[in-house]
Every structure is written in structure tokens, then in C-alpha cells.
């Protein structure tokens, strides 16, 4: 019963995650999602979804590269990235938080190339995860 609420609530952060990139001007693949994960469409981006996922990963957010319908790029280096929801919803993410991660995102991919960002962005993320621990009773026991 547990894992079932997991699911569907992983579905609802997908949703409210990719609506939260739509708005801000990013395009996905399918333009929405009905599931726990989509595709962010960066062809016509100065950057690409390799440098993306890396960017990302250095604000402590994990993504992967992936293809997008029509990609000029090769496959090593993409023009999109593949973003989910599991694993932010196993930690206790609700759909405040999951905008803001959306946030988040959009701050880095916005201002590619600027570490300060990435910095910040970063310490958002660690803030994030803080107040979300993977298990929750580590931060009691860490504690005593």
C-alpha cells in the first residue's frame, strides 16, 4: 500500500516538476508527463544536454543526457535530458518542494557557465536535502 502511494506520488512531483520547467520557458518532448519521468528539449540552446547533465550533477542534481525526437547532435553529447521523480519522492519531496527543485534547474540551465550559480543553486539543493534525509532516522542517530 506504501509503494503504491509512492507511485502516485511520484507521478504528481513529475507533473508539477515538468510544469514548473514549461513555464519557465523549456520545452519537453512530450510537453507534459503522465509517469515519473520526462524529456527537456534544449535543441536551439547554446548548451548542450552533456553539458547540461553536468552542470547539474556540479549543483548536486542528477539528470542524464538523452536524445530528443530530431536531435542534430550525436548521442554522446544530446540536445535534451531526461529528469525523474523516484527518488526525490522516496526522500518525503511534496509538490512545494518539487516546484522549487523546478526552480532550481531552471536557474542553472538559465545561467550556463556561471559557477556562482551553480554554487548557490548547490546549497539550495544540500538545504533541500537537509530538511529530506534519504533516511530519516540517520540525522537522529548522527545526532546522538
Known sequence: ??????????????TALADSLKDAGFDLVT??????????????R???????????????ITVNKNAVPNDPRSP???????????????????????????QLICKVLDGMGNESVIEAVRNDVERLCRSHPV?????????A
Not at 46 to 60: M, W
Open 76 to 102: 554522446f553529447v544530446t540536445s535534451g535530458i531526461r529528469v525523474g521523480t523516484p527518488a526525490i519522492t522516496t526522500r518525503g519531496f511534496g509538490e512545494a518542494e518539487t516546484v522549487e527543485l523546478g
Open 135 to 143: 533516511y530519516a532516522g540517520a540525522t537522529a542517530l548522527a545526532a
Open 46 to 60: 547554446d548548451f548542450t544536454g552533456k553539458d547540461a547533465e553536468e552542470a547539474l550533477g556540479r549543483a548536486h
Open 1 to 14: 500500500l506504501e509503494f503504491r502511494r509512492v507511485l502516485f506520488r511520484s507521478v504528481d512531483n513529475a
Open 31 to 44: 510537453g507534459g508527463t503522465d509517469n515519473h519521468l520526462f524529456l527537456v528539449d534544449l535543441i536551439g
